[in-house]
Structure formats: structure tokens, C-alpha cells
């Protein structure tokens, strides 16, 4: 029971009747939306006006439509055509032949007397009335023939074949775009669209904001999005489609844009970060902008982000501006590792606590010696961090305070490589604590630990590779790499190595892109960028760095650390690496995620998602499964079915599936939906097992 008592506050402001009418103006379903806010309202003065411009040309359309629809009324009322064909469908025609001929020649006469009786009736108009009255009786009848040609649906012969381009039709018909939803099977023949707004022009292209009809689902168009740029008659990068979320949202409203041309045809814009002196690093970094030209940032720390595209695609461009921001950070620690060895990270150099360029076996030890050495100051962080006060440090992750406090030791830290594929396929022998692998092999396992564990401990990965390939890059590592960007790959299965699993089949394929969009790629943000938390993925462009650009916030990163007094390491000009205890850390490794991916891959799952997986195993290639089918083929009740798939985040969607009575809607799960939860009871079974090893 709460207790509580109303209190009259007095002190709020009352509302003025103006105010509150404003108020009510503005939530008014009944009020149109260009009554209430100005860009709707120029957007329909602009609609009205080239609704009066086109009117003469539309009225002398229509005139003439309706001119060709009277003829051919006239030709088949003259021909005695219905007679004629009910006659033939009976084969009586040769019986009715004198009848039809009779018919005819009638109707031949009427046509000529009104043929005559028109020409007069305008002479006697004329001589009596002048030729005003010509004119109006010929405006009687254009209106007359407007009417019977003005554009209806269901009206067989009145769209003409050739109706023009397509394009950009629908910013003034909104009819044209629920055709396209049609044409491109979003909606069905019968159901239609609520536009939620009209088109606006919005940027460079036009907007639209539509709700589909009750139980057709936002993601679908998201994922179907090339048949719709199809029907549309526009390219896939000019079209934009986004679900439109959070409490002006919902799960079937969608959001259009349209670019007038290809939005990456204009030069890129130059990285925002040159016009400021200093940047805090845990801010998101300015890293590119959408289609619409919307800046996206990049929030890094507490993630790591895994960055693959095939060559020259601008992979080390999107990781140098990532870089950029935490350069200009006086409190950051940069690791810089270039196994590409060329001129791009040279400038780095001046501000990196650790830095090296070069792809032979000795560097892979020297990186294998950098990651161990990180991985001794994660352990001591956190050792550091049970001993701090609960104000200094609530849970056991770094604060932006601690970041920044030189006494604590523990400043935000990014271990930045490119060519990642280099160190983790070096086969050079090493030996940890007995047991022989490869240098490779060891990478893998310290990387591995460090997206785990490093992030919370303000240590952040960014890899970039040129080879997304499974077996370059374990599945264990990927899996714990929250940030994705996917440049341009080769295929579709690239993409998903660097997206995740089944991210082609929701409409996020990087292989799509084209070659010439240089540093446009897909983002999997982790955490909340400009398009929302909710956005899965977005296409960005990434912003253009030019290696002067680069050298010019490198030398301000290094100005700003001399400042601040924290330039350490190498850019200090210390070589050495401080010696670490290699056994403390093989212990914490083997302990931890020494054999992660292989016990990733060992789990068991539970049931029923162990049975589903498995069914789902033998019918590859599907995004839908209905729940029918499955409980037919596990032979398990429905209703528990439905509740232990909840359990595992797995909520039943509708889908139109093809049955021997046709296409109809059924209940069932999403694959994607089903592996995703699979991934998640694996990875959770593993982190459970690493518990009990640690209280152990
Ligand atoms: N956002 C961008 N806008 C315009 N050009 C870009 C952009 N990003 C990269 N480029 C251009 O693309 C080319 C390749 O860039 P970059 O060197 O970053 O690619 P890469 O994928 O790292 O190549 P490699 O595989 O050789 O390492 C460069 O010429 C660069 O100028």
C-alpha cells in the first residue's frame, strides 16, 4: 500500500488558453498535418502548386482519353460487337448473320444522321448565338469527355501502356507507391498503405513515412528492399528504409527515403575531427555519415570492433578514423600493430605507447609479447578494482574519472591492428606452459580473452582484416567483438562472417556494395549510434582522412599529450617492453578461453532448441519455419513447445508460407531468430562453466 496525499501545486504556471488550444491544434488527428507544422506545409504548397501547373495538361490528358474511349465504344456499338460474340459462343453465328447485318447498317444510319445533326445544331448555335456559344458547347463536351477519360481504377483501356518513367511518380501519387509495395509483394492485392506523411523533400531526395497493413511486418521491407528500389524504379543505394521505432513507432511503420542520385557520387566529406582541438574518448567518434548525409559516430569504449572488406576498400581509412578520435584524447594509450607495413600508420608513431609496422614471424612475437603484456594489465586492473571504493569505482568497470586519473594507472587503452590475418596464420612455433602451438594459435587465444574481458577494464580492440575468412579469424573472437564494419567483400558468406550469422537474409549484405563506393560500408554498432539502439545496422560512408589530415591529429595528439604530461613508451622513446609474469597469464588463458571456441562449439544445447536446431540442420536455406511443421516433426505438445521456445527468446512471428490450399499465414519462428537464440545458450553455457572454474 502506498500513503500519500494530493497536493494542489500551486506553483505550476497554468497553461494560457492560446497555449492550450496550440496544444490541442497539434494532437488533432483531425487537423491535417500541414496545418501543423511548416515543412509539411511548404511541402504542400509546393504539391498544390504543381497540382495547378500540370492541371491543363492533365485535363487535355484526360479529354483525349476520353476521345479514344468514345471511339471505341462507338466502334463496338456500330460493329453490333456483344451480339456478334454471344452469337459466335453459341455458333449460331451464321443463323443470326441477317440480323446482325440489318443490326448493323441501322446503327451505320444513326451514326450518320448524328454525324449531320451535329455540324448543323453548331451552324444554327453559331448564326443564332455567335461563337461564344460554339465555344462553350465544345467545353461542355471536353468536360464531358474528361469525365469519361479521367484515370480509374478498374477501368480496362484507360492506362495508357507507356506511362513514362516511374521514377519519383510517387512523391505525387501516392497511389504509384502502394502499386510498387504491391508490385514488390510487401502487401498483398487487396490491402493498401496509410501514409503517415505525404512525400517531403528531405536532404537531396524525398521522404515518406508509411504504415503497412495490420500483421505485414517493417523488417520485411527492410529485408525485401531491392524489389521495392525495383518497383520503384531506383537503384538499392538510393533507396533508405528504415523501421521507424521507439514511441512514434511501430513494428509495421516505415520510413522511405528516396536520394535523388547515387548518394556516394559526391565527393566524401573530410573527418569533422580536424576542427577540433580535442576530443574525449568517451564520446562516440565522428566516423562517417548515412545516405541521407546524417553524421554517424562510433562509440568505442567498453566494445571492440572488428573491421573486413577485400582490398582498397578503405578498411585502413575506417580504422584511422576510429583511431583519430582517441588520438586526440591526451588520456588515451594507444598499442598501434601495422602488419600491413606501409606509410599509413607511420604518423601514429609520435603519440602510440606501443607501435611497430612489419609482417615477419619476429614481429608476430613482439605483437604476442604486446597482447600478454595487456593481458597482465587487464588482470591488474581488475585486482585494482576490488580494492577501490565503491564511489571511485560502483562496479567493476572503468568510469570516465578513473580513465583520466594518472595515479590509477588505468587509461582508457586501444590495441589498434590492420592485417590482422597476419599474426593470427604466423605458424612459428611457441611454447606456453608445456604445450606447443602455433605463434598464430596463441594470438587467437590472447585476443580472444582480451574482447571478453579487456573492454569493461577500458581496454578496447580494433581489428582490421583483409581476410574475414572462419577460419582466419576463430569464431570465438568474432563472436565476442561487439562493433562490426563491413567494407565490400567478395560474397555473401564473407559478409556474414563479419556482420554475424544470417545477417544477408535481413537485408545486410556487404557484398552488394559497389566497387566504386570506396569506404562505404555496413555498420553493427554496438550500442547506440545517431540512427538509434535499436538500429541493427546501418550503411554509412566513412568520412575522407588524407594521410595529411592524419599526420596533422597525430601531431596534435602528440602536442596534447606533452601537455597533459602522458606521452609514454615508445612515443616517449622507451623500447623496452616492461617484463610480465608469462605464466600468471598462460594460467589466466587456459583457464578462461584457452579452448573457447572448440567448447563454444561443444555445448550441448537444451531441449527443445537442441531438436529444432538439429531439424533445421537437415532443411538449410530457410528464413521461416512454421510451428505447425515443427511440432509435427519433434512430436512435442504446442502450448509447452511455445513456452520453452520463449524461454529461450524465441517469439513466434507470422509468415505467408505456400500449402496445398495455396498461400496462407502461419504462426513460426524466424531462423534467425532460432540460431541467434542457439549462439546465446552456447555462449552463456560457456561463461557458466567459466564461473564455476573461477569459484573453484
Ligand atoms: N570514405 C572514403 N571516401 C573516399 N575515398 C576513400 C574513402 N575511404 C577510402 N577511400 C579510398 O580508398 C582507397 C583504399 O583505402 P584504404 O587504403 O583505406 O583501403 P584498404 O582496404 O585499407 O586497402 P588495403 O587492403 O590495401 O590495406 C584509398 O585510395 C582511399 O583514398
Not at 23 to 52: C, E, F, G, I, Y
Amino acid at each position: 500500500m502506498f500513503e500519500g496525499e494530493f497536493v494542489n501545486d500551486t506553483g505550476a504556471p497554468q497553461l494560457s488558453w492560446w497555449l492550450r488550444f496550440v496544444n490541442v491544434w497539434r494532437r488533432s488527428p483531425r487537423v491535417p498535418l500541414w496545418a501543423k507544422d511548416r515543412v509539411h506545409a511548404v511541402q504542400a504548397m509546393k504539391d498544390l502548386t504543381v497540382a495547378v501547373v500540370r492541371a491543363p495538361f492533365r485535363f487535355l490528358g484526360a479529354v483525349v482519353r476520353g476521345l479514344v474511349v468514345a471511339v471505341r465504344w462507338w466502334r463496338s456499338w456500330v460493329t453490333v460487337r456483344d451480339y456478334r460474340q454471344a452469337a459466335e459462343q453459341s455458333e449460331k453465328l451464321a443463323d443470326k448473320f441477317g440480323d446482325i447485318r440489318a443490326l448493323t447498317l441501322f446503327r451505320w444510319k444513326v451514326t450518320g444522321t448524328v454525324a449531320a445533326v451535329f455540324p448543323a445544331a453548331g451552324l444554327v448555335l453559331w448564326l443564332l448565338y455567335g461563337t461564344l456559344a460554339l465555344w462553350l458547347a465544345g467545353m461542355v463536351v471536353a468536360v464531358m469527355l474528361a469525365v469519361l477519360g479521367r484515370r480509374k481504377d478498374g477501368s480496362p483501356g484507360r492506362r495508357p501502356v507507356l506511362s513514362g518513367p516511374r521514377t519519383l511518380t510517387w512523391t505525387m501519387d501516392s497511389q504509384a507507391l502502394v502499386d510498387a509495395f504491391r508490385d514488390a509483394k510487401l502487401i498483398g492485392k487487396d490491402e493498401t498503405l496509410r501514409l503517415v506523411h505525404r512525400a517531403t523533400r528531405e536532404g537531396a531526395g524525398w521522404a515518406v513515412t508509411v504504415d503497412l497493413p495490420a500483421t505485414r511486418k517493417a523488417v520485411d521491407v527492410v529485408k525485401n528492399r531491392d524489389a521495392l528500389a525495383s518497383a520503384l524504379a531506383v537503384d538499392e543505394v538510393q533507396l533508405s528504409v528504415e523501421r521507424v521505432r521507439g514511441s512514434g513507432g511501430h513494428a509495421g511503420r516505415v520510413a522511405l527515403w528516396v536520394a535523388d542520385e547515387d548518394p556516394y557520387s559526391a565527393p566524401s566529406v573530410r573527418t569533422p575531427l580536424l576542427a577540433v582541438a580535442r576530443w574525449d574518448a568517451w564520446r562516440p567518434v565522428p566516423f562517417g555519415t548515412d545516405a541521407r548525409g546524417r553524421r554517424i559516430d562510433l562509440p568505442l569504449v567498453w566494445t571492440s570492433v572488428l573491421i573486413g572488406a577485400i582490398p582498397r576498400q578503405g578498411k585502413t581509412m575506417a580504422e584511422r578514423l576510429a583511431a583519430a578520435g582517441l588520438i586526440l584524447d591526451p588520456h588515451v594509450r594507444l598499442y598501434v600493430a601495422d602488419f600491413k607495413n606501409g606509410k599509413d600508420w607511420k604518423a601514429a608513431e609520435q603519440v602510440a605507447h606501443r607501435f611497430m609496422a612489419g609482417d615477419d614471424s619476429e614481429h608476430v612475437l613482439r605483437f604476442v609479447d604486446w597482447l600478454v603484456e595487456l593481458v597482465a594489465d587487464v588482470q591488474a586492473r581488475y585486482r585494482r578494482m576490488q580494492e577501490l571504493d565503491d564511489v571511485t569505482c560502483p562496479e567493476s568497470k572503468v568510469t570516465p574519472a578513473m580513465s583520466r586519473d594518472i595515479a590509477l594507472g588505468m587509461p582508457i587503452t586501444a590495441l589498434v591492428v590492420d592485417e590482422v590475418q597476419i599474426p593470427l596464420e604466423d605458424r612459428t612455433p611457441v611454447e606456453v606452459q608445456g604445450k606447443k602451438l602455433t605463434a598464430g594459435e596463441y594470438c587467437g587465444e590472447l585476443l580472444m580473452w582480451l574482447a571478453k574481458k579487456a573492454p569493461a577494464a577500458g581496454v578496447i580492440l580494433m581489428l582490421a582484416t583483409q581476410r574475414p575468412d572462419g577460419k582466419t579469424i576463430p569464431s570465438g573472437l568474432r563472436a565476442v567483438l561487439g562493433s562490426r564494419f563491413a567494407l565490400r567483400v567478395m560474397d555473401w558468406r564473407d559478409s556474414n562472417i563479419i556482420l554475424g550469422e544470417q545477417m544477408n537474409t535481413r537485408g545486410y549484405d556487404s557484398s552488394r556494395l559497389l566497387p566504386s563506393h570506396k569506404g562505404v560500408g555496413i555498420l553493427r554498432p554496438d550500442g547506440e549510434t545517431q540512427a538509434g539502439a535499436d538500429v541493427l545496422a546501418l550503411t554509412v560512408r566513412t568520412f575522407y582522412m588524407p594521410n595529411e589530415d592524419w599526420r596533422e591529429i597525430c601531431a596534435q595528439g602528440r602536442a596534447l599529450r606533452e601537455q597533459e604530461g602522458t606521452l609514454s613508451g615508445h612515443a616517449a622513446g622507451q623500447t623496452t617492453l616492461p617484463t610480465v609474469d608469462r605464466m600468471a597469464v598462460a594460467k589466466a588463458i587456459s583457464g578462461g578461453t584457452f579452448t573457447d571456441a572448440e567448447r563454444v562449439a561443444e555445448v550441448e544445447l537444451p531441449e527443445p532448441l537442441a531438436s529444432v536446431v538439429d531439424y533445421l540442420a537437415g532443411h538449410d536455406g530457410r528464413d521461416f519455419v512454421p510451428t505447425a511443421e515443427l511440432v509435427e516433426a519433434l512430436g512435442v505438445e504446442p502450448k509447452g513447445f511455445g513456452l520453452d521456445m520463449a524461454e529461450f527468446g524465441c517469439r513466434p512471428t507470422r509468415d505467408r508460407v505456400p500449402t496445398e490450399d495455396g498461400v496462407k499465414q502461419v504462426r513460426g519462428y524466424d531462423v534467425a531468430d532460432i540460431r541467434a537464440a542457439a549462439e546465446r545458450a552456447r555462449h552463456s553455457a560457456v561463461i557458466d562453466a567459466e564461473v564455476l572454474d573461477d569459484d573453484r
